[in-house]
């Protein structure tokens, strides 16, 4: 199949890299970053005239205005997919300016170039069907089977709200974390803090310089930093309290 990636920052990169794996034909637009010339198309008409797939692979304030600069050249036989990692934004513009005429789906590849270097199987990857196109999403949701993907369906707000409690508050600990710098070549530190120390080189290594999107373009971050905050609170309290609390105790999960 031919795929036109527009966006080539680190996921639009290894996203390429995946497809060109698997035998498909891949063009790569970015205007604002290289993309290697073995596969880069000379403008955004050229890369999305003959494909078949139409992967917005850029920020996701920035896929009204690509959508906008998009839309004149799409055709029916073309499949629109967004990467993004918020879905609720992305499928309603998708929803609004490729409406009926154009198949589209909201997609959210749960992995990264950190991911696909150290060889995750399996990969997953979230789709949110547009009740316009259902067919879009079933063959989405085909071609990222057979990319090794495990694919898991979703509404947008959903996936929003599991974001915002997963994605989301991983990023804002590690961003808490990072700017005191706790990661700073700590010479001694227990193994307890090695997941911790995980989760900040994954966060810093796949998209740490999505930080601001992660959590201003998911309608649910806010209230969950929220909610983390007031916890973090409460425990506070309780430890500077004078008496003994045994709920301070860490539950075990059964």
């Keep these: 199949m031919s795929f036109a990636i527009l966006g080539h920052g680190r996921f639009g990169q290894a996203l390429a890299g995946l497809l060109r794996e698997a035998g498909h034909a891949v063009r790569a637009w970015d205007p604002r970053g290289h993309v290697p010339a073995d596969y880069a198309a000379d403008s955004l008409e050229a890369a999305v005239d003959d494909?078949?797939?139409v992967v917005l692979a850029m920020?996701?304030?920035?896929?009204?205005?690509?959508?906008?600069?998009?839309r004149p050249r799409l055709r029916q036989g073309q499949t629109v997919i967004d990467v993004g990692s918020v879905k609720l934004h992305p499928c309603a513009l998708m929803d609004e300016l490729l409406g009926d005429a154009i198949p589209h789906v909201g997609t959210h590849p749960l992995f990264g170039p950190l991911s696909l270097a150290r060889g995750e199987r399996p990969l997953r990857v979230v789709v949110c069907a547009s009740a316009r196109h259902p067919e879009a999403a079933e063959r989405a949701s085909a071609l990222f089977a057979s990319l090794g993907c495990e694919v898991i369906a979703q509404e947008p707000?959903?996936?929003?709200?599991?974001?915002?409690?997963?994605?989301a508050l991983a990023f804002f600990i590690a961003?808490?974390?990072?700017?005191?710098?706790?990661?700073?070549?700590?010479?001694?530190?227990?193994?307890?803090?090695?997941?911790?120390?995980a989760m900040l080189a994954a966060v810093r290594g796949d998209a740490g310089h999505l930080f601001a999107a992660i959590q201003q373009e998911n309608p649910f971050a806010e209230e969950a930093r929220a909610e983390l905050l007031a916890t973090l609170q409460g425990i506070h309290r309780r430890l500077v309290a004078d008496g003994d609390d045994t709920g301070l105790a860490i539950s075990e999960r059964h």
């Design 175 to 197: 961003k808490g974390l990072v700017d005191m710098g706790v990661d700073d070549e700590l010479a001694v530190a227990p193994p307890s803090f090695l997941g911790l120390k």
């Design 51 to 53: 494909a078949q797939w």
């Design 157 to 167: 707000a959903a996936h929003d709200r599991a974001m915002a409690h997963t994605h």
């Design 59 to 70: 920020p996701v304030p920035q896929m009204d205005g690509a959508l906008r600069a998009l």
